[in-house]
């Protein structure tokens, strides 16, 4: 007696296993880095301190606001900060609000941030699974997995630095411009905006997703006429202005010159442009980013300057310093390059995030797993491709580090866009792998004839990007 076919699973049988199964990735994925937190306090073995580079200012800065004082110095409360971009430090303050103490509780703040790498675990599958059209919960679940499990991100997520946050803001920042690509509204284009602006408040280099990825897909959408694209992306823009206004303005009165997000532009130029990272290869440095070049210059600015005149004599400095030296920025810019991607000497960059409080072995391991995901990735473009999803999107962020790394300097933690692009076309390249080794259609739509699938359907109307 024939069997009858089983049936296609209906769509609230679909989001039942999806929603289950990024439940129990999720609560694996915050398991592990609650873990790792708890087993790594108290360590001082990577640079001397429970909380190294960049970290040691995220932390204190929150537990200055916590205790109500303001941006202010954790030594000097006269004096006014604005060294990064406030997010991260406000999201933090409530911890030392609540524990209170005279010290920064760095567990709590760590194990705030693993919190919030769990939440990207989430983001990072709902990605998938919008980006997997028909086969979305099978890509969606894949792409949590492997987020789950990636060092280059669970890294970042056990140390107080602005790095999980700002991946958080670039999975929602890509999940609403797919949103837009579906229906290209007023509405959709200023939460796009919106999305940027917040995300910039963590990482200022990600204002870069307005320009190079939304743009072009506004630019790319026929069904609006050229004044109505130009006034979506005018929109965008504005808003995300909007989100950055109150600091901005709060900014005016504490500083002598405007800052319009931090007063770190300064000091990364001028330690990125220097005689200890152009051309100094016996001593590992070209490419990267030297503190001591701006330690030496201190004493030549006077010492009553607020942190805006700081920033700006050091801008002056490696302006000057750039245009004098025009011609090494070619391979500078080529080390800078090989050093983020991983081509040029990995092994300087895992010594190197250990300043940072990344553990030499778990730089190897996201190292590797960059290795092995970025051709997988390559297979899921070329999958995407062939299905005419817009693609764009995911690419761009590889334009976005490289423009980053380029103007800065080369580590790893500036590929954060290209990290979540790779994992998510990853996981639509794996999806489609596993359905061909099952003999079953791996093109995204029921039968295998290449036609569009419901979730794709408003973008095949559009030039596939």
């Known amino acids: ?19 289950i199964g990024l439940a129990v ?17 108290g360590d001082t073995d990577l640079c001397g301190y429970d909380l190294c580079g960049d970290a040691l200012y995220y932390s204190a800065q929150a537990h200055v606001l916590g205790q109500g004082q303001g941006f202010t110095d954790f030594f000097d409360a006269t004096i006014q900060t604005a060294d990064h ?67 280059n991100f669970w890294m970042n997520d056990i140390i107080v630095m602005s790095e999980t946050l700002g991946t958080l803001g670039i999975v929602v920042v890509l999940l609403l411009i797919y949103r837009f690509v579906d229906r290209p509204s007023l509405g959709r284009a200023a939460a796009v905006g919106a999305a940027v602006g917040v995300t910039m408040l963590a990482r200022a280099e990600l204002a870069l997703f307005l320009p190079v990825t939304f743009a072009p897909m506004v630019l790319w959408a026929r069904t609006l006429t050229v004044p109505a694209r130009i006034g979506r992306i005018a929109l965008a823009g504005v808003c995300a202005l909007v989100v950055l206004l109150p600091w ?44 001591n070049c701006a330690e030496r210059l201190r004493p030549t600015i006077p010492a009553d300057a607020d942190q805006s ?38 092994a300087d960059m895992t010594w190197l995030n250990m300043g940072e409080g990344r553990a030499r072995w778990a730089s190897w391991v996201g190292m590797v797993q960059w290795y092995v995901l970025v051709p997988i990735a390559i297979a899921g473009a070329v999958v995407l491709r ?3 999803f817009p693609v764009w999107p995911l690419v761009s962020t590889g334009v976005i580090v490289l423009v980053t790394v380029v103007a800065f300097y080369g580590i790893v933690r ?52």
């Open 1 to 19: 007696m024939p069997v009858p076919p089983t049936p296609a699973p209906t769509p609230s049988r679909r989001a039942g296993t999806f929603g």
């Open 25 to 41: 990735i999720t609560v694996l994925g915050l398991a592990g880095r609650v873990t790792s937190v708890l087993a790594t306090r």
């Open 85 to 151: 971009p406030p997010l991260t430090a406000a999201f933090l303050a409530p911890v030392s609000f609540v524990l209170g103490g005279e010290t920064s509780p760095v567990t709590a703040q760590r194990l705030t941030m693993a919190l919030v790498g769990a939440l990207v675990i989430i983001a990072v599958g709902f990605l998938g699974r919008r980006v997997g059209g028909r086969r979305g919960t099978s890509v969606g679940l894949i792409a949590a997995a492997i987020a789950a499990v990636n060092a």
């Open 248 to 291: 901005t303005i709060h900014n005016l009165g504490r500083f002598e010159n405007p800052v319009l997000i931090s007063t770190n532009d300064g000091l990364t130029l001028v330690g990125a442009n220097c005689d200890d990272v152009y051309g100094v290869r016996d001593q590992g440095g070209i490419g990267f980013w030297s503190l």
């Open 309 to 346: 005149e700081v920033s700006a004599a050091y801008r002056e400095i490696a302006v000057e310093y750039i245009s004098n030296h025009q011609r090494l920025i070619p391979e500078v810019v080529a080390f800078r390059i090989g050093r983020a991607t991983g081509l040029y000497a990995p």
């Open 386 to 388: 062939r299905r005419r």
């Open 414 to 465: 500036f590929r954060l866009p290209a990290d979540v692009a790779v994992v998510v076309l990853a996981a639509v390249a794996i999806d489609a792998g596993f359905r061909r080794l099952r003999g079953r259609p791996s093109t995204g739509d029921a039968d295998g004839s290449g036609a569009a699938t419901d979730a794709d359907a408003t973008a095949v109307r559009e030039p596939v990007a």
